[in-house]
């Protein structure tokens, strides 16, 4: 497994394939809350498993945190270690080019545990996006 910051136009066609296939058409969201004015200004990654893109996720600095989102992986991929490998490559990036000293993310509520053996902790209410439940998280680097 490889985890890059996209920096080819490849890597953002693979960015944007891997998203689609699991949040438009595996988790039903809507085409146009998927992708937002944020991704032209945003950080991307990609992980491949030698030429396959698996897992993608994009971070931004908004308010002097890291703000890490549309994190996702191939279903056949889960649980195999690709999240964990592009949160801490993300959060390594952070760590050498941003002036900051929170990261912070919205989880879906059947990722919490996956965040929390990461570091993450909750805060505020339950809400919906994109019609699933979601809570806020944080975590101090």
């Known amino acids: 497994m490889n985890c890059l910051v996209c920096s080819e136009?490849?890597?953002f066609y693979d960015q944007v394939r891997v998203r689609k296939?699991?949040?438009i058409i595996e988790q039903k969201v809507?085409?146009?809350?998927?992708?937002d004015v944020y991704d032209s200004d945003a950080i991307q990654f990609i992980v491949y498993d030698g030429e396959k893109p698996v897992g993608a996720a994009r971070?931004?600095?908004v308010k002097k945190r890291g703000k890490i989102e549309r994190v996702c992986i191939l279903k056949e991929y889960r649980k195999k270690g690709v999240g964990r490998l592009l949160m801490n490559s993300m959060e390594n990036h952070i760590k050498l080019h941003?002036?900051?000293n929170e990261l912070i993310l919205?989880?879906?509520c059947t990722a919490l545990d996956f965040y929390r053996r990461l570091g993450?902790?909750?805060?505020?209410?339950l809400f919906l996006d994109a019609n699933i439940e979601h809570?806020?998280?944080k975590k101090l680097i």
């Open 30 to 35: 809507p085409i146009e809350e998927e992708y």
């Open 120 to 125: 993450y902790q909750e805060f505020g209410d």
């Open 21 to 23: 296939e699991v949040f």
């Open 59 to 61: 971070y931004r600095i």
């Open 9 to 11: 136009q490849k890597h």
């Open 98 to 100: 941003a002036d900051v």
């Open 135 to 137: 809570k806020s998280m």
């Open 106 to 108: 919205n989880s879906q």
